[in-house]
């Protein structure tokens, strides 16, 4: 983690080819084949620490206020005004109930910001797996999701070599992945290094994409980024009670400049906390009717993650974007089929 900062980023990729000549692209074929021995990996994983896997709603009357621009699609449902699912997490914690330990294999669709296009690691559609496990600590989701990215690049890796040596990744590209070796560092230190760096980090903020990317090219390990501020993420994500103004909240980042592939948290779940972090946060409780009923009822304490499998098969093949390890891919700003 000492290495030299590195310079910045290059250009991003090309865009996409029409799609008729991406679907026969033998590249695209070969990150599929890769996508499907991670979702294989990922399910046996989870199905071997206890979980349920649930199928996801795909619209709703509410959904994830979303974070860094990103937007929601309005649907006519029957002349109410619903939503596609930017996240399921709400639907995640009122599951508790019934499934103490769930995961979503989610499609999710998020208005980006047109300015995301060029990034590499942005799609308006995604697929993520979505984890909740209620009672948990962010420690226990945090062993979860390590777990769980270190069974897949083991499987993938031991699976199907010629496939990633065919787009040139090496044995030695996963060895830190696979030995589950992963540093931790808080929200505060990361920004403290990439201002030392010279890198305008706001340290009310998230950390932005540029200055994930240089955390991420400087790591040869995944690591965590623990402790967001109060402010940064959504009304869900829990206040440590011992720290206030400080989310008991993380993120995963890969190496080699992938960035992140893990978002999660401790939620709230206190009824009166939810109402007060929504007002604080500009929210609108009453768009949250359905889910507010439910936390009053009572929805269990419980800590979960989104693991994006775009971003996960993009680490995988080692590939320059996300449309590359996507069938039907669709960039912000652009309308294709």
């Keep these: 983690m000492d290495q030299p900062l590195p310079a910045d980023a290059p250009a991003a990729p090309p865009l996409p080819p ?38 996801p709603p795909l619209v709703g009357p509410v959904t994830d206020p979303g974070g860094r621009g990103a937007k929601a699609l309005d649907v006519d449902y029957y002349g109410h005004p619903y939503k596609l699912m930017t996240s399921a997490i709400l639907y995640k914690q009122a599951s508790l109930r019934g499934f103490p330990k769930l995961f979503y294999i989610a499609p999710n669709v998020r208005v980006e910001p047109e ?39 083991e499987h993938v890796w031991t699976a199907v070599p010629d496939l990633l040596t065919g787009l040139g990744r090496q044995e030695r590209d996963f060895a830190e992945v696979r030995a589950g070796k992963y540093d931790v560092r808080t929200h505060d230190e990361a920004v403290a290094r990439l ?20 955390l991420s090219l400087e790591s ?32 995963l980042i890969a190496p080699h400049g992938y960035g992140e592939l893990v978002s999660g948290s401790e939620r709230e779940s206190d009824y009166a906390t939810i109402v007060t972090r929504m007002r604080e946060s500009g929210e609108n409780p009453a768009k949250y009717a359905w889910y507010l009923k439910e936390a009053r009822e009572g929805i269990p304490a419980s800590a979960g993650f989104g693991m994006g499998l775009q971003r996960l098969v993009r680490f995988l093949t080692g590939l320059d974007a996300l449309w590359q390890v996507s069938a039907y891919p669709k960039l912000p700003g652009a309308v294709t089929p």
């Design 115 to 153: 300015e995301t296009a060029t990034t590499g690691r942005h799609l308006v559609e995604f697929h993520q797996i979505d984890v909740e496990i209620a009672g948990a600590s962010r420690e226990d989701a945090q062993e979860v999701a390590a777990g769980l990215l270190t069974h897949v690049a």
């Design 18 to 55: 029409p799609l008729g000549e991406h679907l026969r692209s033998p590249r695209l074929r070969t990150a599929m084949l890769v996508q499907q021995q991670a979702l294989r990996a990922a399910r046996d994983f989870l199905y071997g620490e206890g979980f349920t896997e649930l199928l």
């Design 220 to 251: 040869d390990r995944p690591f965590f980024v623990d402790d967001y501020p109060k402010g940064s993420r959504g009304f869900y994500d829990r206040e440590d009670p011992e720290r206030p103004g400080v989310l008991r909240n993380f993120d």
């Design 195 to 214: 201002l030392a760096a010279g890198h305008p980090q706001n340290p009310d903020g998230e950390i932005d994409w540029t200055g994930e990317r240089i």
